[in-house]
Every structure is written in structure tokens, then in C-alpha cells.
């Protein structure tokens, strides 16, 4: 595709809920990254994702975070059991390779858990 | 990210008129991303920087490197409307491999 997309674009839940947001890389990236970006705070890393390799899950911030990507293609990223501090606007980005290269962002899904 | 400090916070700069923003960090770059965002909008990509030294330029934006300083400024020459948004620098640290930490962001208003 041209670029990065995500979806959905908003996403409204109640606490306590399960949400999947998903991320659709541009094609040939072989790198894929999730950040989260709360109201007045900078942008963090989550996951990163890198061809075949083990995820680096080491931005997660608990275990109701998760995240899967089949092959290079789509991401899923799953927050089970929402709370209200996980509102934010979650950003998925790809490049060519890891490392030094391009990141692309997606536009983002913004989640409100009320 | 305490490791990555932008300044300033903000600022307001009249069309026409050039601006810098800075970043500076407290580790070891491996790499310096710049990226502008608008409200409710993903990032775009401005440039990347990974050599001591090294600067791009593109249109009227010109980023430089400063590896002595571990330090990165971006310049707008004769600011635009279209330069508005938030500007954030990204690093990837040695270790990091493509995990990049975020400053806070720089907000730039121009003015008529």
C-alpha cells in the first residue's frame, strides 16, 4: 500500500473491555512498531517486531498488553481487561529493516476507555 | 524521555521569520529522527541523521548533527503556515536497534 494504515481510527470502550487495534505495514517492510502517545505525555515505545525474529516486548507496559504479527504483513495489538489510564492514541510504524532506516507512521487509533 | 530533552517547549514565530529547535541527548546517539505531527494526524517523517557532523537539508528545513554535543537542532528558514505542528525528535540509542525514544515535542505557532 502506499503507506501505513491502522484501524480503527477511534475507539470508544468501557472499562474493563477487550480491544484489538490493527496495523496493515507498508508492503516489504520487514520491521513493524507499536507507541503509545498519551494526552500531555511523549510517545513510547511498546513492541517491536522484526521479520521472523522474537518481538521485543520490552516497552509493553503490563500483561494485558499483547501483540502478534503474521509474517511481515498485519499487526494486531490486544489490550485485554482496558482501564482508563490506557487511553491514548496508538501509533504503528514500519520500515525496511530495523535499525538505522525510515520509520513510516501510521494515523494512528485513538482509544477512550471510560 | 528524560534522555532526550527538545527546547523549547514552544514557540511563535511570524511568517517569514527562521526558528530553531534543539535536541539534546544524554546518551550515545546512534541515530536522530525528526518528525513533524499535526493534531489528530500520525507522523511524518522528516529527516534521519546518524553521522557526527552530518546535515540534510530539505525545502526550507535544514537539520544538523553534532555528535561532540550529542545534539541536534532544527532549522526553518523563512517559516511558512504549513511549518505549523508539533516537531519531535526521535533517538535510537546504541542499544536500542530501531526503538526509538521520543522527545517531548517543540509546538510551533506561525503568525500572519
Known amino acids: 500500500g502506499a503507506g501505513v494504515s491502522q484501524s480503527p481510527s477511534n475507539k470508544v470502550t468501557e472499562k474493563g473491555k477487550d480491544v484489538e487495534l490493527r496495523c496493515d505495514p507498508i508492503?516489504?517492510?520487514?520491521?513493524l512498531y507499536w507507541y503509545r502517545q498519551r494526552l500531555g505525555q511523549g510517545l513510547e515505545f511498546l513492541i517491536y517486531?522484526?521479520?521472523?525474529?522474537?518481538?521485543?516486548k520490552s516497552g509493553l507496559p503490563s500483561d494485558r498488553f499483547s501483540a502478534e504479527r503474521t509474517g511481515e504483513s498485519v499487526s494486531t495489538l490486544t489490550i485485554q481487561r482496558t482501564q482508563q489510564e490506557d487511553s491514548a492514541v496508538y501509533l504503528c510504524a514500519s520500515s525496511s529493516y530495523s535499525g538505522l532506516y525510515e520509520q513510516y507512521f501510521g494515523p494512528g487509533t485513538r482509544l477512550t476507555v471510560t | 524521555s528524560q534522555e532526550l530533552e527538545q527546547s523549547p517547549q514552544s514557540l511563535i514565530v511570524q511568517e517569514g521569520k527562521n526558528l530553531t529547535i534543539n535536541c539534546t541527548s544524554s546518551?550515545?546517539?546512534?541515530?536522530l529522527y525528526w518528525y513533524k505531527q499535526k493534531y489528530g494526524e500520525g507522523l511524518i517523517f522528516l529527516m534521519m541523521l546518524q553521522k557526527g557532523g552530518e546535515e540534510k537539508s530539505h525545502e526550507k528545513i535544514t537539520a544538523k548533527l553534532d555528535e561532540k554535543k550529542q545534539q541536534s537542532s532544527l532549522h526553518i528558514t523563512a517559516s511558512q503556515p504549513s511549518h505549523a505542528g508539533i516537531y519531535l525528535c526521535g533517538a535510537d540509542f546504541t542499544d536500542s536497534w530501531g526503538k526509538l525514544q521520543f522527545g517531548a515535542g517543540t509546538q510551533v505557532v506561525v503568525t500572519p
Open positions: 546518551k550515545t546517539l546512534y541515530g
Open positions: 517486531f522484526q521479520g521472523n525474529s522474537a518481538p521485543d
Open positions: 508492503s516489504g517492510h520487514t520491521a
